[in-house]
């Protein structure tokens, strides 16, 4: 699914001025070269594949290199899982990322900022993280989401995170919540990579869930 922001630099103004929950993540291609306002996660919306019926199945999403049993499972799935009812994006799509039956599952890009050096070093972009963050009733189970800024060398030179959703934050009410973080992009930095970590805290699946995962790059006005 292929969804580009229609106002993507507005969105980098209400993140500063409104915080996090105003932010609402757009969703597009992941870019090759130089393109701005463009979402460069991967199927950040799992919408690459079906997801799975119920809690007994996995699949894989496209795009991510995971671990555990981090999955995309559909909207509304045989098990208690968030529904076209439940709170979360106005445009969700089909299908949502979650834990799977393991105690910590991982899902990890790394996206090339190469092609953007001379903007980076310039000191002249920014970026906006974000992704709508949940999970199930009253549950502790949740999804965090990193963002490390690496330099030619490998070595780390920023970070961001997204706060999980906790069952206090979502009333006890399965469903997602938006979450987001910006900022500059760190002179040097010449790779981004996201991570989305869900966490079990109780029962056997792990009930974290996200959707919508997100990064934008713009140039500072």
Not at 71 to 99: H, I, M, N
């Given at each position: 699914?292929?969804r580009?922001p229609?106002?993507?630099?507005?969105?980098?103004?209400?993140?500063?001025?409104?915080?996090?929950?105003?932010?609402?993540?757009?969703?597009?291609?992941?870019?090759?070269?130089?393109?701005?306002?463009?979402?460069?996660?991967?199927?950040?919306?799992?919408?690459?594949?079906?997801?799975?019926?119920?809690?007994?199945?996995?699949?894989?999403?496209?795009?991510?290199?995971?671990?555990?049993?981090?999955?995309?499972?559909?909207?509304?799935?045989?098990?208690?899982?968030?529904?076209?009812?439940?709170?979360?994006?106005?445009?969700?799509?089909?299908?949502?990322?979650?834990?799977?039956?393991?105690?910590?599952?991982?899902?990890?890009?790394?996206?090339?900022?190469?092609?953007?050096?001379?903007a980076?070093?310039?000191?002249?972009?920014?970026?906006?993280?974000?992704?709508?963050?949940?999970?199930?009733?009253?549950q502790?189970?949740?999804?965090?989401?990193?963002?490390?800024?690496?330099?030619?060398?490998?070595?780390?030179?920023?970070?961001?995170?997204?706060s999980?959703?906790?069952?206090?934050?979502?009333?006890?009410?399965?469903?997602?919540?938006?979450?987001?973080?910006?900022?500059v992009?760190?002179?040097?930095?010449?790779?981004?990579?996201?991570?989305?970590?869900?966490?079990?805290?109780?029962?056997?699946?792990?009930?974290?869930?996200?959707?919508?995962?997100?990064?934008?790059?713009?140039?500072k006005?």
């Amino acid at each position: 699914m292929t969804r580009r922001p229609s106002h993507a630099l507005s969105l980098f103004s209400a993140l500063a001025t409104a915080g996090a929950t105003a932010f609402a993540p757009p969703l597009a291609a992941a870019a090759t070269g130089e393109a701005f306002g463009l979402n460069l996660v991967v199927n950040g919306d799992a919408e690459a594949e079906l997801g799975a019926p119920d809690n007994t199945k996995i699949v894989k999403p496209t795009g991510w290199t995971t671990t555990g049993e981090f999955t995309a499972v559909r909207y509304g799935a045989a098990g208690g899982f968030p529904d076209k009812t439940s709170p979360g994006p106005a445009s969700r799509g089909k299908s949502l990322f979650e834990g799977g039956n393991a105690a910590k599952s991982t899902g990890t890009q790394r996206i090339s900022l190469a092609a953007y050096a001379s903007a980076i070093d310039s000191g002249t972009v920014k970026y906006a993280l974000s992704a709508w963050l949940g999970g199930y009733s009253s549950q502790a189970d949740d999804a965090t989401v990193t963002l490390a800024f690496t330099n030619a060398a490998g070595s780390k030179v920023g970070s961001a995170a997204l706060s999980p959703v906790s069952a206090a934050k979502r009333k006890s009410v399965t469903g997602l919540a938006a979450e987001a973080a910006g900022g500059v992009v760190p002179k040097g930095a010449r790779s981004a990579t996201v991570t989305v970590v869900f966490t079990r805290f109780e029962g056997e699946y792990d009930d974290g869930s996200a959707d919508d995962i997100s990064l934008i790059l713009a140039k500072k006005p």
